[in-house]
């Protein structure tokens, strides 16, 4: 082994840090074991330690490399090598050093002590030297590095935080504590963030720890109040430390012990009264540092009593005066603190001082509001500083309220009572037993007092609206002590709601506006504030909102008397109405009884609403509908925060859990709920008398209205639809499958707009029962036999209809032959009820239609859409066309063999036969060819979602892409459908379960894109007639690319942007003003977003051409302008707008991603075409021109 | 600073108080949350808006995106201008009803049919908020400016100031019409740099 001389050599002689030397050292020593070998070790720097005083800079650095060796080894030592006598000895040689060496040994000696203070054998009392001897480095401390310096106050704070050491110190020294007294001498000019740190937490220890003479504590005091307030300039090498930290510091030293209150609070206080000369920031972190004192000082007596008036009589024009919210937050905060920390009898000396400035500037209009938040922040401190305010406020609040004439004192004052309330609310539900929150001054005299008669002395919108949050916050208080009860009468919260729905809910209704003359605006103003004050209030007082629904239903006749004013907006306002109920009911649950409550009370009521709207036109019903959609997607947000986190609610392989007998029959738990497809309006006490009979916790309560939702829905299918029996047929005999179900008697056929709106609430009902499916996990949706409905639409489900008669036979013909079931949709009415059984298709889980037999389901299907001439058109063709798609998406691969998918495929291709057919023997229209070819491609892109790289599956697609584009006649119609399979679709959406393939985009693309670039050019070598033929075929190629790429992300197209610029600037030149031109634009300002380099060598031809469609779109609409006259739009001419914005919108982006030398040649000509462009019809084109010229005008 | 400045406490008009384009009636939903659920439910339904889809969807919003055509007319010319810079104070001639919307004239008015290409002339009359205002001759061009910058080039633009409203308005007058003038005011920098600080709040 070498010896310790040799390590302590091979150390001293490294150049970085050698940890080896000393690891090896420390070895030694402890496998030695004896004096010995300590004393060698220690002896083994001897040869640098000659003559320290003349020694030369090497020799320095030499000696201080040398005793950082004994340092370093006392580090990898443990803690139990060193015997007592040893560290003795130790700490006795490295103490020496702060007297003998300045220059190269106190770092070393620094870390050496560190160490040794935490070794075993280290004894208490060697703090004291330890701590005398750093003393002695005098002026010579500042003269270390801050790294030096920063070792030795890790050294000091170690002995500090030793408790052993601490008490020794203040034995041996008493109350003099001079040690501390030389050690302030020595740090006093610190100016090192890091080191700063450590020396305030040092007297912070200090003060806790000690208990010194008052001149002590005045030194230390100046020691840290001499840095206050403190600040950090900005420093080329950052330590790391914030200006905040080194405040929180100073601010811990200041609330470290109560000793020096007396020196503290005034002292933070005379800074604070310097006026002006305290800039915001200083400000608030004297008062923050003054909320910490009073938060911290343990003797409130000694600490804090004797400064609180002072502490007022500083503080009370920081809000009173102030215009800064930071400065205001941070006095409130402050004054909250202290009137939390002082006793009952010193906290009423204390108000009763400050109240003679609060309430004399409570009856001053310039100061209500000032002396308002004061009086808000002492009585929000306790229960006791609340009855305390109340008592002395409250006859001078509603006294100044009574007498006082304007309407911005009224408001202010009004602001301060609904703050009060807040206080009391938040104070109710922490008070203990004893405690009086004065139950006598808020209940009803308050509301007769105040609210009330403002109320009655018409005051102004501003005025109403804090009237009606507060009289809101009022109908919620309760009374405090024990069993806690309503606070108001029911008589007075009865009125409150009953003024709170007027203004809200029944004069919107009925046109009226509660302020004669109010300005729309205020009219608006008013009623938001009424909703809000509801949503605060309805949880706490649920007998309210009953109280609301019941008006507005009572109001609906009134409303449609009105017949001044146009059904849609009519229906526009009675939703606008609805959604507010939808506001006040559905945000929050209610506090006491089932959580449920107010949605179901809300949604029964809808239901009765859109029962009395039956005779009326669609449009209405759209509007109930709606809100009833609202309402339960409110609802639900607001039961699934309730939810314990753990458990995401609708997932696969969610099992049956508690409460799941509440979705499959939510009825039969809880009675006398509406049925409006049996005309029965429900019992609503019935209802909530089994509401409150239900388990209410969190997880019942979502599956509760899981089951009330499917509830809802179901019968609202039952309504809309019936079953469609012959008469005098038997229902196990004569019934067509395919038309057994049809609309209901609600749908009459008056007029075609009439139609169309009927057709508009088909879908929204589908589109809700979509969004309550998708929430139901697999297995319940199984349970519920939701694949079933898709045809059956919930009919015979509940028992008691004739229909159920019939559900057994249908169900057992649509399983037959244990091949799975079939999902048919009705060709009743020209299936105008196939959205419905859309939506429930587009919710369910690929799992629960695993109990599909495709085929069967598909081909019926495909049969249909691929038939000429069709009944089913419009918009229920576009229902059948997305249930395709979902079908194709969601079927499961193992029950559909490949034969069986081949099957499914030539059915298709026998469809697109038809369409491609040629000319001569064309028996179909054009119209009827495109919508089979949509079909077609509604099915190819349900499947490409989840693609599948197999010939087997994909070869309609491959045949479709190849030869569509190329038809001689529609070709160029076809092309431009192909943009259906990537079109974003409900759908083939995440939220709706469909199995999308992370990287269908790319493959996409690899299969319909790309191997066509070719073709997007004619070839050069045809004659004149087959050029022709050819250039539109290129043409037509290359629109069916753009209809694609649109969709796509510019990452699954990125390594061909070279091919596809050349087919943009082709196709710029040859697509005409159309939509297709509109893809294009698109697809190119993608590529100008995220590689606007490839376009670089592009710019001339894809300026020149870009300004050429907007010329020739601007031209075309200019001619339809003299054929068609002003005014008349048609599709043509906002296609020509389109086409003008998206030229244009890229011409603007231009000068931003390129450098001016690539622009310039064109400025003129652009600037040119833009200036004319300033001219265009449309105003939102116009707005694109100006800002493009401003940005090529710019350019130079 | 306010001492150099010829009206250091104009009147402001707040933003509300400008005539503004009446927007179609929007629903009265108050809150973001409210819209959120709203739209989730009235919006049209994404099969029926593919590029192809030929089923009109009449809930009263279809015309929001919708290129309707709409000429020029006096509240555009008054949008244009409106949010210029004042030169003394951060705050916008709209503001200060230096420009107003009645001073704002089109001839042949926009809602009389005729030639898009036609001649139109558009005249602006400027209020300087008070009547020593030495600065109209910088209004008057960055109105003129701005317009020249955002108007066809068969609209021809003319800025006066009101009468009655600055104590040399002959004078200023002069100088706004005079082409030669207007063209060597803005070959002048700083000139120039006063314009274009007045026309960078402009969108």
């Not at chain 2, 409106?82 to 705050?91: F, G, Q, R």
């Not at chain 2, 916008?92 to 002339?121: F, H, K, M, W, Y």
Request: hydrophobic residues 40%; contains cysteine; negative net charge.
């Amino acid at each position: 082994m070498a010896s310790f001389d040799d390590l302590a050599l091979k150390y001293v002689l490294s150049d970085g840090d050698d940890n080896d030397s000393p690891v090896r050292a420390a070895t030694a020593i402890e496998s030695a074991a004896n004096r010995l070998a300590v004393g060698q070790w220690v002896a083994s720097i001897n040869r640098w330690m000659t003559s320290p005083d003349d020694a030369a800079d090497d020799d320095l650095i030499s000696r201080a490399k040398a005793l950082e060796f004994l340092a370093r080894t006392l580090e990898f030592l443990k803690r139990s090598s060193l015997k007592p006598d040893q560290v003795k000895l130790l700490v006795g040689f490295f103490n020496s050093l702060f007297s003998s060496d300045h220059r190269a040994g106190i770092s070393a000696s620094s870390r050496a002590l560190k160490q040794l203070t935490s070794m075993n054998g280290f004894r208490p009392t060697l703090g004291s030297e330890i701590i005398t001897s750093v003393t002695k480095l005098g002026d010579d401390f500042k003269r270390q590095t801050p790294a030096t310096r920063l070792e030795i106050y890790d050294l000091i704070l170690g002995l500090f935080s030793n408790p052993l050491v601490a008490e020794d110190l203040a034995y041996q020294h008493g109350n003099s504590c001079d040690f501390m007294t030389a050690l302030v001498d020595v740090c006093r000019s610190e100016r090192d963030p890091q080191n700063l740190m450590k020396w305030f937490e040092i007297l912070r220890l200090f003060l806790q720890n000690f208990s010194p003479a008052k001149e002590v504590l005045t030194e230390v005091f100046k020691a840290f109040s001499d840095y206050f307030p403190i600040t950090l300039r900005a420093s080329v090498t950052p330590s790391g430390i914030t200006v905040d930290d080194l405040k929180g510091a100073v601010r811990a030293c200041f609330a470290s012990h109560y000793r020096i209150a007396d020196m503290a609070i005034p002292f933070l206080l005379s800074k604070l009264d310097q006026g002006d000369a305290v800039t915001v920031t200083v400000k608030v972190d004297i008062l923050l540092t003054l909320e910490a004192c009073v938060a911290q000082y343990e003797h409130v007596a000694q600490g804090i009593v004797p400064y609180a008036n002072q502490i007022w009589a500083s503080l009370k024009y920081e809000v009173r005066n102030g215009e800064i919210r930071d400065t205001i937050d941070a006095t409130l905060k402050a004054i909250g603190t202290l009137a939390k920390r002082l006793p009952e009898a010193d906290l009423r000396t204390f108000f009763s001082a400050a109240w003679r400035d609060l309430g004399d500037d409570l009856s001053n209009a310039t100061y209500t509001s000032q002396a308002g938040q004061l009086l808000i922040s002492i009585a929000a401190a306790s229960p006791i500083s609340f009855s305390l305010v109340a008592e002395t406020a409250m006859p001078h609040i509603t006294t100044t309220l009574r007498q006082t004439k304007s309407e911005s004192h009224q408001a202010d004052i009004l602001a301060l009572l609904n703050s009060l309330l807040q206080v009391r609310s938040a104070l109710t539900d922490v008070a203990g037993e004893n405690d009086n929150l004065k139950d006598e001054l808020f209940g009803d005299k308050l509301f007769a007092d105040g609210y009330a008669r403002i109320w009655d002395s018409g005051a102004g919108p501003h005025v109403l609206a804090k009237a009606m949050d507060g009289m809101a916050s009022l109908a919620s208080q309760r009374t405090s002590g024990p069993n806690s009860q309503m606070l108001c009468s029911q008589q007075v919260c009865e009125n409150i709601f009953q003024w709170l729905a007027l203004s809200s809910i029944i004069f919107p209704l009925e046109g009226k506006s509660l302020v004669h003359s109010a300005s729309e605006e205020d009219s608006l103003a008013i009623c938001n504030a009424a909703t809000t004050a509801l949503g605060r209030a309805v949880p706490l007082y649920p007998p309210g909102f009953q109280r609301l629904v019941f008006d507005f239903l009572s109001t609906i006749p009134r409303f449609l008397e009105n017949k001044q004013v146009d059904v849609t907006d009519q229906a526009t306002l009675l939703n606008d109405v609805a959604l507010r109920l939808a506001r006040i009911g559905c945000s929050a649950p209610v506090k006491l009884g089932s959580p449920l409550l107010n949605f179901v009370v809300l949604i029964n009521g809808l239901l009765q609403g859109l029962h009395s709207l039956l005779k009326e036109p669609p449009v209405y019903w759209i509007a109930i509908l709606d809100a009833i959609h609202v309402a339960i997607l409110r609802s639900a947000d607001t039961l699934t925060v309730l939810l314990p986190d753990e458990k995401p609610m609708s997932t696969p392989g969610d099992k049956a859990t508690s409460g799941q007998q509440w979705i499959a029959g939510f009825d039969k738990y809880v009675l006398g709920l509406p049925r409006i497809d049996l005309d029965q309006l429900g019992d609503v006490n019935l209802v909530l008398k089994s509401l409150d009979d239900l388990d209410g916790d969190a997880v019942s309560s979502y599956k509760q209205f899981q089951g009330y939702s499917i509830h809802i829905v179901s019968q609202l299918y039952r309504r809309f639809t019936s079953i469609k029996l012959a008469s005098g047929a038997s229902p196990l005999m004569d019934v067509s499958l395919d038309k057994l179900i049809g609309l209901s008697t609600d749908f009459s056929l008056d007029s075609s707009h009439e139609v169309e709106q009927q057709d508009r609430f088909l879908y929204q009902l589908a589109r809700m029962a979509t969004s309550v499916i998708r929430s139901l996990s697999e297995d319940i949706q199984q349970e519920l036999e939701l694949v079933l409905e898709t045809s059956l639409l919930f009919h015979g489900k509940d028992g008691e209809s004739e229909s159920a008669k019939v559900r057994p036979q249908v169900s057992q013909s649509f399983q037959a032959d244990n091949q799975g079931c079939r999902i048919t949709f009705s060709a009743a009415d020209d299936y105008r009820i196939a959205p419905l059984g859309l939506g429930i298709l587009q919710g369910l889980w690929p799992g629960t239609l695993s109990t599909i037999n495709p085929l069967r389901t598909i081909m019926p299907l495909c049969e249909i859409l691929m038939k000429s001439p069709t009944q089913c058109a419009g918009s229920r063709r576009i229902a059948l066309d997305a249930a395709l798609a979902t079908l194709s998406n969601k079927s499961a691969d193992k029950h559909i063999s490949d034969e069986e998918w081949s099957a499914v495929l030539n059915g298709l291709a026998d469809g697109y036969t038809q369409v491609s057919r040629g000319v001569a023997t064309d028996s179909l229209d054009v119209p009827t060819k495109l919508a089979i070819f949509k079909s077609i491609l509604h099915f190819l892109a349900g499947d490409v979602a989840r693609y599948r790289p197999t010939s087997t599956h994909n070869w309609l697609l491959r045949i479709i892409c190849d030869t569509a584009p190329s038809e001689i006649t529609i070709g160029r119609q076809l092309a431009q459908c192909f943009g259906i399979l990537v079109s974003p679709k409900e759908c083939l959406t995440k939220q709706n379960h469909a199995r999308l393939k992370p990287f269908r985009g790319q493959w996409i693309y690899q299969e319909t894109v790309r191997p066509y670039f070719a073709r997007c050019f004619p070839s050069q070598s045809l004659g004149a007639d087959q050029s022709g033929q050819e250039d539109r075929c290129a043409t037509n190629q290359s629109v069916a690319i753009f209809a694609v790429l649109r969709h796509l992300k510019y990452n699954d197209y990125s390594s061909d942007a070279d091919q596809i610029v050349r087919v943009v600037i082709r196709s710029l030149a040859t697509f005409g003003v159309s939509d297709d031109i509109n893809a294009v634009m698109t697809v190119l300002c993608q590529l100008l977003e995220h590689d606007p380099d490839r376009l670089k060598e592009h710019l001339t031809a894809l300026v020149t051409n870009t300004m050429a469609v907007y010329k020739m779109a601007r031209n075309v609409d200019n001619s339809l302008l003299i054929a068609q006259g002003p005014g008349k739009t048609t599709t043509t001419r906002s296609d020509a707008g389109r086409c003008r914005h998206s030229a244009l919108a890229f011409m603007r982006e231009l000068p931003g991603c390129f450098e001016p030398r690539y622009l310039l040649p064109h400025r003129v000509s652009v600037l040119q075409g833009l200036s004319l462009a300033c001219g265009d019809p449309v105003r939102g084109v116009r707005a694109l021109a100006i800002s493009g010229r401003k940005a090529w005008s710019n350019l130079s | 600073m306010d001492d150099n400045k010829d009206n250091a406490n104009p009147t402001i008009l707040t933003a509300s108080e400008l005539p503004t384009r009446q927007i179609k009636k929007k629903k009265t939903l108050a809150s973001d949350a409210d819209a959120k659920f709203a739209d989730a439910v009235s919006r049209r339904p994404l099969f029926l808006s593919d590029p192809f889809c030929d089923v009109s969807w009449s809930d009263g919003t279809e015309s929001e995106d919708d290129f309707v055509e709409e000429p020029i007319d006096e509240q555009e010319i008054y949008d244009l201008i409106s949010n210029i810079t004042d030169p003394e104070h951060p705050i916008s001639l709209g503001q200060l009803a230096v420009v107003n919307l009645p001073d704002v004239e089109i001839t042949p008015p926009p809602s009389t049919p005729c030639d898009p290409n036609a001649l139109r002339r558009v005249l602006v009359k400027v209020t300087p908020t008070i009547t020593h205002c030495s600065l109209a001759t910088v209004l008057g061009l960055g109105v003129r400016v701005r317009l020249e910058q955002a108007l066809p080039p068969n609209y021809r633009v003319d800025v006066v100031i009101k009468e009655g409203s600055h104590s040399q308005d002959d004078q200023v007058n002069k100088q706004l019409a005079d082409k030669e003038r207007v063209a060597a005011a803005l070959e002048n920098d700083t000139l120039k740099g006063v314009l274009d600080k007045m026309l960078e709040t402009c969108i």
